[in-house]
């Protein structure tokens, strides 16, 4: 393995790793406090710290006019919707299930941005999507006859992924003219903003700010946010296609997590949904490169 080998497989295997570590540390910080609440106060610090960064150290200018516009409705779709849905889920679904869920996101971007551009969705596209969901449901399904997952657990996971894809694909068509650190820095404390009424209306149970909220927290913002951000904006840069093989190791850590942190089990439908959800990605990124 040469040094540029060796960098990259380092650098994707580190992103696997963290990104795939988000579910559980959601799952720890919202045993402390409300989902919505715990990742309103994360959006915001995040947030913030990007602003930050973005501000003091490259300088870049506010958005102006139709921006403003822009990066709020990018906001409420890509965090305040996607993430809202998502942590409320969590409360009904493992983390693993999540993770695996979450790596089928590229493809349904791929069906959405079909759709927006009024491009023929293509067999292989079709195919892809059916078999991520039946990996999807193949894992959950003993999971449905415990409390470690529910099926309405399983429908927010689904409506959280459509307004994902939604919100990729409005970025995509959007011309741009802010540099994408200051867009994603104003998006995530936007999407913050927009989470904190409904954190409040939703309110229905005490909020304990006590060591595993703030750890939770801080694992979230920095270790996730931050560090796999970065790592992936690496990968990319490098080579897209070969980045995105890195999700496919995603679920497979999200699963060891969930197992080995929080005692939730794996078993051979594990195994077999999982690797549908692989079989599903490989087609769809094959088909995206080719």
Not at 66 to 91: D, M, P
Request: aromatic share 16%.
């Amino acid at each position: 393995m040469n040094n540029l080998s060796a960098k990259h497989f380092f650098t994707g295997l580190m992103f696997s790793m963290l990104w795939a570590s988000a579910s559980v540390a959601g799952k720890f910080g919202i045993r402390s406090a409300e989902p919505l609440v715990f990742f309103a106060i994360r959006f915001l610090l995040a947030g913030g710290i990007l602003l930050a960064f973005t501000y003091t150290v490259q300088k870049s200018r506010l958005p102006v006019g139709k921006e403003w516009r822009h990066v709020t409705i990018f906001g409420l779709f890509n965090t305040t919707c996607y993430l809202g849905f998502f942590v409320v889920a969590l409360q009904y679904v493992t983390p693993g299930i999540t993770t695996l869920a979450i790596a089928l996101n590229p493809l349904f971007i791929s069906i959405m941005s079909a759709v927006w551009m009024k491009r023929r969705i293509r067999l292989q596209e079709w195919l892809s999507i059916a078999l991520g969901i039946t990996g999807v449901a193949v894992a959950a399904y003993p999971l449905l006859q415990t409390s470690y997952a529910a099926p309405g657990g399983l429908l927010l996971l689904a409506i959280s992924m459509i307004t994902y894809s939604f919100g990729s694909v409005y970025y995509a068509a959007i011309p741009w003219q802010l540099p994408r650190t200051t867009i994603n820095a104003w998006q995530v404390f936007i999407g913050g903003i927009l989470l904190l009424p409904l954190a409040f209306i939703m309110h229905t149970k005490p909020n304990h700010f006590d060591l595993r909220f703030w750890l939770s927290l801080a694992w979230l913002i920095f270790p996730v946010s931050i560090a796999a951000v970065q790592l992936w904006l690496r990968l990319l840069k490098s080579d897209a296609v070969r980045a995105s093989l890195w999700l496919y190791l995603c679920p497979i850590f999200g699963f060891l997590y969930s197992t080995i942190l929080l005692g939730e089990p794996f078993t051979l439908y594990t195994v077999a949904g999982t690797a549908l959800v692989m079989i599903a990605l490989y087609i769809g990124q094959r088909k995206a490169s080719g």
